[in-house]
């Protein structure tokens, strides 16, 4: 990549920038795959149509499969019985990931306060971004999704997250 | 409306109906476990009760009597239109009650899920197994005496598991 000189401690000017390039191209170029469970799917479906358009930032086509997704919205309340499901789903998407708690439920389960439901999803996957509400207005969509695109600029693609294959 | 299938239960098992009650026109019999089968049968088979409809099945947890579980069987004529509930209590200790899939084939799931919930053993069920909740689910949540804050999940949790790396590197 760089030519000539080897580069110095942190980082030639080549390195970082090309990092930034692809920092950039990845936020605008997020597949998504929509992990829907239950009625907070309404107001995703409000987020992804003509009003609100998520495709404006990239984030247009959703993949029907998790192989060929990195991002993951958990839209619903996801059951302790499900979690092996959403696991499963989670370890079969491909580096880079990221992952989309989509409503108060998914997030810390709501007002399902009991033996059936599972008490966030971040129990069982690492969650980059949460999006609180019951459902969320889709401004709060929007905004959770740019703060997504946000830190995903400042992520260095050369560090790539520890693959762990969660058990 | 109803009181014509109680009289007609009454009539045909004298000594299995402990007991009956009405509330606004919502008549219910209570009868002992041991023949459950043959009254709904009964129930169903009879031209002048003619209970073709199965409506509901489930279990009510009553901690303090002696017989803890009810379970609540709803029948229905379609033909009729009359409605009848039909109640059973056993007690914690063998909380088995016939099965009643022979004449319903549609009680099968809603005995499943009254095993699934609350113990209760459905005697000659077919397939008595687990359905809302998974295999290895331990206990039963639906029982008074579950512990209303305790969790279960199928994975292990994130928590229990060794330190991870933050997802992301920490803002500027």
Redesign the interface.
């Known amino acids: 990549m760089a030519v000539g000189k080897s580069p110095p401690a942190g980082g030639s000017l080549l390195v970082t920038k090309v990092e930034e390039a692809i920092a950039w191209a990845r936020k605008f170029s997020l597949f998504q795959y929509p992990f829907v469970t239950a009625c907070c799917a309404m107001e995703f479906m409000s987020a992804m149509g003509p009003m609100y358009d998520l495709a404006r930032f990239g984030a247009e086509a959703p993949r029907w499969s998790p192989r060929q997704a990195d991002l993951i919205w958990v839209v619903g309340t996801v059951t302790n019985r499900q979690a092996p499901i959403l696991r499963r789903i989670y370890n079969q998407m491909t580096e880079p990931k990221w992952v989309i708690a989509f409503g108060t439920c998914a997030s810390v389960g709501g007002f399902y306060d009991n033996y059936a439901t599972l008490q966030g999803i971040d129990k069982i996957i690492p969650v980059d971004v949460y999006i609180p509400g019951c459902p969320p207005r889709p401004e709060q969509v929007l905004d959770g999704l740019m703060l997504l695109m946000d830190r995903i600029a400042r992520e260095k693609s050369s560090r790539m997250r520890a693959l762990k294959e969660l058990a | 409306m109803s009181t014509k299938v109680v009289g007609a239960v009454r009539k045909a098992f004298p000594d299995e109906v402990i007991g009956d009650h009405a509330e606004r026109g919502d008549h219910t019999v209570i009868v002992k476990p041991g023949r459950l089968v043959e009254i709904v049968r009964f129930l169903h088979d009879d031209p002048e009760t003619d209970m073709s409809h199965f409506c509901d099945l489930t279990v009510v947890d009553w901690p303090g009597r002696e017989s803890r579980f009810e379970v609540v069987i709803h029948l229905h004529s379609l033909a009729a239109g009359h409605r009848i509930r039909v109640k059973t209590s056993v007690p914690a200790q063998s909380p088995v009650v016939p099965s009643i899939t022979a004449v319903y084939r549609g009680a099968d799931w809603f005995e499943r899920e009254a095993f699934d919930l609350y113990g209760v053993r459905f005697e000659g069920h077919p397939d008595l197994r687990r359905i809302?909740?998974?295999e290895g689910f331990e206990g039963h949540?639906l029982r008074k005496d579950?512990p209303?804050q305790?969790?279960?999940?199928?994975?292990?949790?994130?928590?229990d598991r060794p330190g991870?790396?933050p997802?992301?590197?920490e803002?500027?």
């Open positions: 809302l909740l998974w949540p579950y209303k305790q969790r279960q999940c199928p994975v292990p949790l994130l928590e991870q790396p997802p992301f590197p803002r500027p």
